[in-house]
């Protein structure tokens, strides 16, 4: 009730202010230049091209080869989280049109089942920009959008790709707009048994075997219809989700019979707009998640079942030319029930972010703060701060630096989980800091950019799980995390003669280490975290000729320790990936395109986590027919 009564506020406030703009009482303004900025420029994102997006499979693929973003996946198709500088799976935000669908169960992702073909735009929001998105995001998030199109006609999109171990991936995706109306439908299916061979290391001959009982199948579509208003635009999406899949055993285990299906349900209903000096977005969603785990051989059927409800009013008021004020409001009800626990469980997730942005000549400045109420805890100071100055006068050369201070709430698992929940966790605190420098250049066909950025974070109350002295797994604020490192990015667009070349180097050093000792015994303290690589780089290079395209992709992954003494790592790897495509013109309005991709083309042998293993060399061939 509460909640609603909230929401019905924040609905006739806005009504209210838009309502404003028309009367005759209303004081004229200077009009200004609205600009779609979510971050300010203080802060560091990575946005990914939409050819890069196009070209891979699914969010964990696309963030393993084009960012800095570790990718720990427990083998092909299967569990993929990610390690954003140096924080655990459950320090990233995940966000879809505003709306975060990380799990109020345990408060992660599972990267590989988000098929790139149900989102447009995605990018990366660095450290302290994090904040800005949500509370929880330690060590960034990752936002994934849609954007209606209109006046567009009918667009039709057919996608069938043929793979090595009996993969098919078929995609659809149709659309129609005219001046008012936008209509979209994607369906998506994938197939595949995962029967690659390997070299099984854990055994004394070594021998070389299939992987078995790794099948998956999945399914979902996405339905949009989108109305363009006077002033704005009301919408609505439906995204389905059904994922079935085996888990293949280990190098360590002979026999295996374990299955995990999980089912997902997106909603979300958005109104934006802008009116006077006045932008305004609200969003409200229902995301339900399922998971279902079967073992056979260990007598177990776990049924995970939870949703989210959330409301968000995101508004920015344009005071003045290059003033800009922020004020966005979420409520979030979160609802989980499970095998593992003695009841149901709910809680609030409310937040308020106010800020404000002001560029004066070369200088940016961004102030914010953002008041949370979790559960029973109330914040009411997470700030940021940030500052960028342009060195030159055409903007070339840039500096930034920023600091925040953000917070991780416990998750139901962390707190309720029986045995060995834990209802007296503290929350995760983060304090962060940022500098960093870019430089563009410009000339002729040729475009140079370059950057480079510093980061330093220092996390309390770290929540980590370790078994007590009867012998159950319970968690505690045990360690304190020191996270340092620098990300760098070069990308580079010249034309000889008729070919386009592009470049993209990404690299990352990371430091991340425990500072905090359970007891004198604690031979962990003053050691790189488990499953954190000192050293990545992800390394492509594009070649464009009269509708051809060569592409190869490179990734390095250095060592990754599996112990917390940091006695026992995994070794350093990299792979290869080699492309092929060329697009055929067979009318005005329809198009035909082929590729044909080699992955791990030197076919190596890796690990990215401990006895699971990864594929080898392996091909992907897809043919794509577009209509409009």
Known sequence: MKAATTLALLTLSLWQTVASQNTTDTVNIEPVKVVAERIPEAYKTTKFDSSIINESTNLAEL????????????????LATVSFRGTGASHTNVLWNDVSLNSPMNGQIDFSLYPTLFFDAAELHHGASGLIDGNGALGGSVNLSNKPSYNKGLNTVLQQSFGSFNNYITAVKAGFSNKTWFSESQIYYNTNKNNFKYTNIALQDKPILTQGKAELQQYGFQQAIYRKLKRGTLGIRLWYFNSDRMLPATMLVNENDENQQDESLRTLIEWSGLSGNLKYKWVNAFVKDKLIYTNTLADINSLSDSYSINSKLLTKYYLKRDFVLANDISI???????????????????????????????????????????????????????????????NQLKIKANAGINYNYPTFNDLYWNPGGNPDLDSEKAEMLELGSSYTYKANQTVLKIEATGFYSY???????????????????????ENKGVESSLE????????????????????????????????????????????QVNYSIKALYNNFNLSYNYNYTGRRFMSTDNNWYLPANFVSDVALSKKFKTSKKSSFSTSFKVNNIFNQEYQSIAWRPMPGRNYLISLTLQMK
């Open 63 to 78: 963030l393993q080869e084009h960012s800095p973003i570790f990718v720990k996946t427990y083998g092909s198709g299967s």
């Open 332 to 394: 979030k009800y979160e609802y989980a029930k499970a095998d593992g626990y003695d009841d149901e469980h709910n809680r609030y997730n409310s937040t308020w972010l106010l800020g404000i942005t002001k560029k004066v000549k070369r200088l940016k400045l961004a102030v914010f703060n953002r008041f949370a109420h979790v559960g029973k805890t109330t914040q009411l100071a997470s700030p940021s701060i940030a500052v960028h100055y342009g060195l030159l006068k055409q």
């Open 459 to 481: 996390v309390y109350n770290w929540i980590i799980w370790q078994p007590t002295s009867s012998g159950i797994w319970s968690p505690s604020n045990l360690k304190e995390v």
């Open 492 to 535: 580079i667009q010249m034309s000889i003669h008729k070919v386009k070349f592009v470049t993209n180097v990404n690299y990352s050093y990371t430091l991340s280490t425990n500072l905090k000792g359970q007891n004198e015994l604690d031979n962990s303290v003053d050691k790189q975290l488990i499953y954190v690589p000192f050293h």
